[in-house]
Each structure stands twice: as C-alpha cells, then as structure tokens.
C-alpha cells in the first residue's frame, strides 16, 4: 500500500516575477547567501497580487511594472528551503514588462541572467521547477 502523501501543515506564500530577456531568465542573490531565487516577495495585508508584485520588484530590481502586462506564469509549490518539515513554500509567478533595466538595490547583492544549464544547487526547489518549466516551454535557451 502506498502512504498517502502528507498535505503540507503551513503555506509560506510568495509572488514572484518571471523575467525573460534575451531567453535568460532573471534571479537574484541576496547578500550573505549563496543561492538564487526569482525576485519578488510577500504580500502586506489587503494588497492585491500586483500591487505587491510592484512594489517588491520596485524595492529589490529598481523598476516599475507595467501594469497592463503583468500575467499570471504559474505556481510552483514545495518543501521550503531551511524551515520545519511540512512547511511549504507556494510561488505563484507572474510574467510582465518593466521600465528601464533591473539594478540589485535594498538586500540584493547580485543580479544574473541565467539559462537551462545554470548549476540546480544554486537555485531553490521552487528556482529548479520554474527553470524547467521555462525550458519545456521553450522560453529559455
């Protein structure tokens, strides 16, 4: 018999932003760590999805959303990153355009712009799903 796969106990919710250019896709390193992940964040109490979406992206990147083009990517959901078992991290992507060209600013240390072959280890879980899913998807070299 198999064991039913236990349901996650607690969400850690997050919006991020899909950014492709050039068929690379944006990530960010935040200072004192070593691994990557897509730039975004939580939401504040009564915000909606692109608000906060525009307001993290203009904290960490330096550059305004379009709004009209903000579009829902996807979820990506796994087992967070350094929290207790049964913690889940749920990542619902969106994909839009900016102004201007993104710059690390606030806790950002480091921008790069990555491909399919970029090493898994310096990515999150939810970083790896996304990846592949851009490289399935052929929006990614």
């Known amino acids: 018999s198999t064991t ?13 932003l899909v950014l492709i250019r050039s068929r690379s ?6 200072r004192g ?13 009564g915000e909606s999805d692109a608000d906060a979406l525009r307001r993290e992206i203009r904290e960490e990147l330096s550059v305004e959303l379009r709004p009209n083009t903000i579009r829902p990517y996807g979820v990506f959901e796994a087992q967070a990153f350094g929290k ?3 913690t889940a ?12 060209t993104p710059v690390p600013s606030a806790e950002v240390e480091e921008l790069k712009w990555i491909r399919s072959d970029f090493s898994r280890e310096l990515l999150s879980v939810t970083g790896v799903m996304l990846l592949d899913d851009l490289k399935a998807k052929d929006l990614i070299d």
């Open 25 to 30: 896709q944006l990530v960010a390193r935040t």
């Open 4 to 16: 039913p796969q236990r349901m996650p106990s607690a969400y850690i919710d997050k919006l991020a």
């Open 89 to 100: 991290v749920r990542l619902t992507c969106y994909s839009a355009e900016c102004e201007g």
């Open 33 to 45: 760590k070593s691994v990557f992940f897509t730039p975004g964040g939580k939401r504040e109490p």
């Open 84 to 86: 207790p078992e049964g």
